[in-house]
T-cell receptor, first 110, second 114 residues
């Protein structure tokens, strides 16, 4: 059974204080590792897809990296508008249905 | 272009009543997913449609839940004889077939069963 575990559950940062969110996954033959951002009262918004260990993707202050067992979402010099819940998901080779983690709730204080 | 839309945005119903939730996917997206999200929980997969293929219903929690997709576009999720534990946000997402994780989500329907 595919499993995705995110840590920490919640993270509070001061504006400008860089940090990382973790996503550990166990899937049979990784098809893709996905990151989403979800704002309160809205549906998740797709951020990145990572396909193989060593791959990195960047978007503004966010950088996602992938190893064989986990993915990190690095947030550099965060701003209050980066406050959201970040969801990680993984899909295995034979499946079109990704497994989602429970998310990390990030709050960035000004 | 328009994103994924869902209606209603909020639904309050009494225990035992039936409800229908609607999803309009992005035009051209052949894959459509329904998920359920409860407070503090992750996204729970319910059902997956791909083109004209038989849907993957493996996530439906009971036979009170059903869904259909007409003409490869609009989808309706029906919950019969609602229970209080059905209260949650129901999210719909669509994608291209080969982009499993690059899903575009609607805003969700918040269902409250009294």
């Amino acid at each position: 059974e595919d499993q995705v575990t995110q840590s920490p559950e919640a993270l509070r940062l001061q504006e400008g204080e860089s940090s990382s969110l973790n996503c550990s996954y166990t899937v049979s033959g990784l098809r893709g590792l996905f990151w989403y951002r979800q704002d309160p009262g809205k549906g998740p918004e797709f951020l990145f897809t990572l396909y193989s260990a060593g791959e990195e993707k960047e978007k503004e202050r966010l950088k996602a990296t992938l190893t064989k067992k986990e993915s990190f979402l690095h947030i550099t010099a965060p701003k209050p508008e980066d406050s959201a819940t970040y969801l990680c998901a993984a899909s295995s080779g034979g499946s079109y249905i990704p497994t989602f983690g429970r998310g990390t709730s990030l709050i960035v204080h000004p | 272009g328009a994103g994924v839309s869902q209606s209603p945005s909020n639904k309050v119903t009494e225990k035992g009543k039936d409800v229908e939730l609607r999803c309009d996917p992005i035009s051209g997206h052949t894959a459509l997913y329904w998920y359920r999200q409860s407070l503090g929980q992750g996204l729970e997969f319910l059902i997956y449609f791909q083109g004209n293929s038989a849907p993957d219903k493996s996530g439906l929690p009971s036979d009170r839940f059903s869904a259909e997709r007409t003409g490869g576009s609009v989808s309706t999720l029906t919950i019969q004889r609602t229970q209080q534990e059905d209260s949650a946000v129901y999210l719909c997402a669509s994608s291209y077939r080969d982009r499993v994780g690059e899903q575009f989500f609607g805003p969700g329907t918040r269902l409250t069963v009294l």
